[in-house]
């Protein structure tokens, strides 16, 4: 249940997400399918709430990480006859569950292969595949010298259908030289004719992550894999970049996610006074502080010691350390703000916004991170 006042909470634009994924979407051509990725509590944005807005209009295939998010849309009114790819390999208990709502699951080695077989034949399913190929991750996948012996596997058993194949990129956000990334475009090609040669064709052929779709659209193939940019970003600014020296830079992405909070005590500090657990800041001048219930526990990092919040479209300073529950801005340049007023951690307040990004930069980390890390159990309110 959702508190009708909360005092933390995250609102999510559904114009926004819509306008991004349009962006993609117009960009597909004949025969092509947009798969939005709602993996990580669709990237700290909320997973229901996502999938149902987008539910409603006409997706039907969606990526996920575990068992647990499959069943949860699955068991939205919302979902009938939507399809879930599932881009970790499932519990073996759970495989004729998880096909009967609607996964498709990720092949990734032999053992695998032998557990879904097994499932297939006890519960007299077909179970649709997507084959992931190893191209440089080394995380998931079956290598080039492995396709032989999959390929013959596959045909000896029963209760497959394989859908699909697929690889992801290592190195494709984090630089603007992107030869790595196409020598893994040129191994995944060899092992898709690897297996056309040994008679399987599948349907659906993807490799295409945010900045691949972005950069590469020979990287679409059947399938595009959307991610960060679903959700308003870029998935750094390498991709950024490369993008404008490619002309691919006309996204206009808009960021789908506020964070929000409220003053819950206004407090009057002396000059002098230290701040805060250890006592790392010292008020020079007589000042207001502001206190907000939001800490790390909710994911507010506890390196963003030197951030800023908004209030009434100004930015307050964060002072002292971030504790688990609370943390103190000074609002002493703001002798207007009161208990109760409305504050922005990350998004537009009047004409100032706080970014992901800029939060990420203030605690070493990436964007993805600090999205995915707000706590799934604070209120995720879709607007407009």
Not at 126 to 134: C, D, S
Request: hydrophobic share 40%.
């Amino acid at each position: 249940m959702i508190l009708q006042s909360p005092t933390t909470w995250i609102e999510v634009s559904r114009a926004a997400l819509l306008h991004n994924a349009g962006r993609f979407r117009g960009a597909l051509r004949p025969g092509q399918t947009l798969m939005p990725v709602l993996k990580a509590n669709a990237y700290g944005h909320g997973l229901e709430e996502i999938g149902r807005l987008l539910m409603e209009e006409n997706f039907d295939l969606f990526g996920l990480h575990t068992a647990e998010e499959v069943f949860r849309l699955a068991a939205m009114p919302e979902a009938a006859d939507r399809r879930f790819l599932l881009l970790s390999p499932p519990p073996a208990e759970r495989i004729p569950d998880l096909v009967r709502a609607g996964a498709r699951l990720g092949l990734f080695d032999f053992e695998g292969l032998d557990e879904i077989v097994s499932a297939a034949n006890e519960s007299d399913l077909t179970v649709p595949i997507h084959i992931k190929v190893e191209t440089g991750v080394q995380r998931q996948g079956f290598t080039t010298e492995q396709l032989t012996e999959l390929s013959e596997r596959l045909k000896a058993a029963s209760g497959l259908h394989v859908e699909g194949i697929y690889t992801h990129f290592a190195n494709i956000e984090d630089t603007t030289d992107h030869t790595f990334a196409r020598k893994q475009m040129k191994r995944f090609a060899s092992a898709r004719d690897l297996l056309a040669a040994q008679g399987i064709n599948p349907k659906l052929v993807h490799s295409s992550c945010s900045a691949a779709a972005i950069l590469f659209p020979e990287t679409h193939h059947d399938l595009l894999r959307l991610g960060i940019s679903l959700y308003g970003h870029w998935p750094s600014t390498e991709t950024r970049v490369s993008a404008q020296a490619a002309g691919r830079n006309r996204l206009d992405l808009q960021p789908v996610l506020t964070w929000k909070t409220r003053i819950s005590q206004v407090k009057e500090v002396q000059a002098g006074s230290f701040v805060g657990y250890g006592c790392t800041w010292r008020a020079e001048t007589d000042t207001r502080l502001g206190i907000l219930p939001v800490g790390y526990s909710d994911g507010y990092d506890r390196g963003l010691g030197a951030a800023h919040v908004l209030v009434r479209g100004r930015r307050a300073p964060v002072r002292g350390r971030i504790m688990m529950n609370l943390l103190l801005v000074d609002l002493g340049h703001i002798p207007e703000a009161r208990r109760g007023d409305e504050v922005v951690l990350i998004g537009r307040q009047g004409a100032d916004e706080i970014t992901a990004e800029t939060l990420a930069g203030l605690a070493g980390t990436i964007n993805y991170e600090i999205l995915t890390r707000i706590n799934p159990l604070l209120p995720r309110l879709p607007v407009d």
